[in-house]
């Protein structure tokens, strides 16, 4: 069974840019949860995906959204980027919400905002 | 509020020694999970294991064994005969039942030297 995906895997952008990362899910995987990690602030929830609605979000400006598929891929996007965007954003997949569910986690995203 | 606390930011010793990794966590909740995770230098979290709130049971998997302590909220990882592979950073966290956020610790960085 293939783990989970994550495009692209490392990403340059200029503060004031935008930027979408996406993430696919291990197949029937149905939630996909979004960190971001930094050297300062360690690995942060972001948000969660269930059947296409978000689920719970973690504390970050609007300028982070994102979305799910009815495929279970999401993506996320992060618009008026700034230096202290620059982090790993990781992208974990579980079969369902529930606690007990392990996470499984993507190689991540490396975004560098210049 | 929960949290997550790992106090040793590093660790280095030297191949075959044992070394222990700390948790100490804070949560309201009565039901909760507690993880641990290694990242390698590629940046993938890999999950090593998983324990709910009332399971109190230690576990031995191999060279890992984790001792879990709910009167002293604390879930340590014992590496036994550390080897070079095991280098990496770890993690411990918590999830309630917000089943897709996870409250991660500040990582620690475990070096084993030849």
């Known amino acids: 069974k293939a783990g989970v995906t994550q495009t692209p895997r490392y990403l340059i952008k200029t503060r004031g840019q935008q930027v979408t990362l996406s993430c696919s899910p291990i197949s029937g995987h149905r939630s996909v949860s979004w960190y971001q990690q930094t050297p300062g602030q360690g690995l942060q929830f972001l948000f969660e995906?269930?059947?296409?609605?978000?689920?719970n979000k973690g504390n970050f400006p609007g300028r982070f959204s994102g979305r799910q598929f009815s495929n279970s891929r999401s993506e996320m996007n992060v618009s008026t980027l700034e230096l202290g965007d620059s982090a790993l954003y990781l992208c974990?997949?579980?079969?369902?919400?529930?606690?007990?569910?392990?996470?499984?986690f993507g190689p991540g995203t490396r975004l560098t905002v210049l | 509020a929960q949290k997550v606390t790992q106090a040793q930011t590093e660790i280095s010793v030297v191949e075959k020694e044992d070394v222990t990794l700390d948790c100490v966590y804070e949560?309201?909740?009565?039901?909760?999970?507690l993880f641990w995770y290694k990242q390698p230098p590629s940046g993938e979290l890999v999950f090593l294991i998983r324990r709910n709130s009332f399971d109190e049971q230690n576990e031995i998997s191999g060279r890992y064994s984790w001792n879990f302590q709910k009167s002293t909220s604390s879930f340590n990882f014992t590496i036994t005969a550390s080897q070079v592979v095991d280098s990496a950073v770890y993690f411990c966290a918590l999830r309630n039942t917000n089943a897709g956020k996870s409250t991660f610790g500040d990582g620690t960085t475990l070096t084993v030297k030849p």
């Open positions: 949560t309201r909740d009565t039901t909760y999970y």
């Open positions: 995906y269930f059947s296409e609605t978000q689920r």
């Open positions: 974990a997949s579980s079969l369902d919400v529930g606690v007990r569910n392990e996470q499984f």
